[in-house]
């Protein structure tokens, strides 16, 4: 045996044991513990994940889809770069980041006041990225 061929062998016979050691990784619940589409933590939750996991995509079309009243959102964390309007026909609205940390669930649309827009520029009432009723109640995560 070649010098070369004793050294790949011998690197490909101590790295069998230490990975036979490594523990499975468990696979990682999207929502956490607010359960899933199929096991839904009450009739009126719907499910945000821009992986397909969910019912939606995105924020603003599980919005759509949320008619009525009393309806919340699990979002899976990540960046969602989209305006959201929410009409005065969806009140008492939750949106909860199936998250530890409040910055892992961001809704953000560059649009600032100024920035410019076909036949004009954006003023600060057309600047926000969620619009909607007084009673919309704010993205939080709870651990």
Same mark, same amino acid.
């Given at each position: 045996m070649t010098r070369r061929g004793f050294l790949a062998a011998s690197a490909g016979a101590a790295t069998a044991p230490a990975l036979a050691s490594v523990p499975a990784q468990a696979v990682p619940r999207p929502f956490g513990r607010y359960g899933t589409p199929a096991r839904r933590l009450t009739p009126d939750t719907l499910y945000v994940d821009p992986?397909? #996991?969910? /019912?939606? $995509?995105?924020v603003q079309a599980a919005v759509t889809?949320?008619?009525g009243t009393g309806r919340t959102l699990v979002i899976v964390p990540g960046t969602y770069r989209e305006t959201v309007a929410? /009409?005065? &026909? #969806? $009140?008492?609205?939750t949106w909860i &980041?199936?998250?530890e940390n409040p910055r892992d669930v961001v809704v953000v649309y560059d649009r600032a006041a100024g920035t410019p827009k076909p036949g004009g520029t954006y003023g600060t009432s057309g600047s926000a $990225?969620? $619009? &909607?009723?007084?009673?919309?109640?704010p993205l939080s995560c709870r651990g």
């Open positions: 992986h397909g #996991r969910g /019912d939606f $995509t995105s889809a949320a008619t929410v /009409d005065a &026909g #969806r $009140t008492e609205m &980041g199936a998250c $990225t969620v $619009t &909607g009723p007084p009673v919309l109640r």
